[in-house]
Nanobody, 124 residues
């Protein structure tokens, strides 16, 4: 099982920025999910194995950017113009075999490897 490790979470004021990183190994599709207190876990962004294709949930389009550096075995989520509603635990995921963004969006949770999560808190 692929080990994933997130970093970069923290506390930021509304309008600020944070960059999350996820260390991994392997050339499968990867992505980010988040879960806010009292809410269900939701998809945030996905990137294919090469980094040339990305996909976002509507609420973060234009504010968040997902990227990866395969030479460093690291995926990133640059989060700009943060809002209080972005407050959540953010989870890095990697598909076990799939290489496209659709594999992340449509995958049953059991088909994904999950990190332990990193807290992002946006104050108003």
């Amino acid at each position: 099982q692929v080990q994933l490790a997130e970093s970069g979470g923290g506390l930021v004021q509304a309008g600020g920025s944070l960059r999350l990183a996820c260390a991994s190994a392997g050339l499968t599709a990867m992505g980010w999910f988040r879960q806010a207190p009292g809410k269900e876990r939701e998809f945030v962004a996905a990137i294919n194995w090469s980094g040339h294709s990305t996909y976002y949930t509507d609420s973060v389009k234009g504010r968040f950017t997902i990227s990866r550096d395969n030479a460093k075995n690291t995926m990133y989520l640059q989060m700009n113009s943060l809002r209080p509603e972005d407050t959540a635990v953010y989870y890095c995921v990697a598909h076990r075999t799939g290489q496209s963004t659709g594999d992340i969006v449509q995958a049953p949770p059991a088909n994904l490897n999950w990190g332990r999560g990193t807290q992002v808190t946006v104050s108003s």
